[in-house]
């Protein structure tokens, strides 16, 4: 294994990283955005408003988009797998 495919493999995985991890951030990006609005429209400046619907929000996600995740998971595991196989 030289350092082109070790570089391509850890790109192939950044990738798959990012597209995993993104509905999730953008979730809590966005309810973070809209009860920061909300915040400052009311000027209630309680920390801990954004917790529990950031949570929630994050959870569902996962669970509406695990399967999705899984199988970009699961696609990276099985090029890994069969890389290490072959031996290169």
């Given at each position: 294994m030289n350092e082109?495919?070790?570089?391509d493999i850890?790109?192939?995985a950044i990738f798959t990283l990012?597209?995993?991890?993104s509905p999730a951030l953008l979730v809590?990006?966005?309810?973070?955005?809209?009860?920061?609005?909300f915040q400052a429209?009311?000027?209630?400046?309680?920390?801990?408003?954004a917790f529990v619907p950031k949570i929630l929000?994050?959870?569902f996600?996962?669970?509406?988009?695990?399967?999705?995740?899984?199988n970009q998971m699961r696609m990276l595991s099985e090029t890994l797998f069969?890389?290490?196989?072959?031996?290169g």
């Open positions: 082109v495919e070790v570089l850890s790109r192939e990012i597209k995993v991890v809590a990006l966005f309810i973070g955005l809209i009860i920061g609005i429209l009311t000027q209630i400046q309680e920390m801990t408003l929000g994050v959870f996600t996962l669970i509406l988009l695990f399967p999705f995740m899984l069969d890389k290490i196989v072959t031996g």
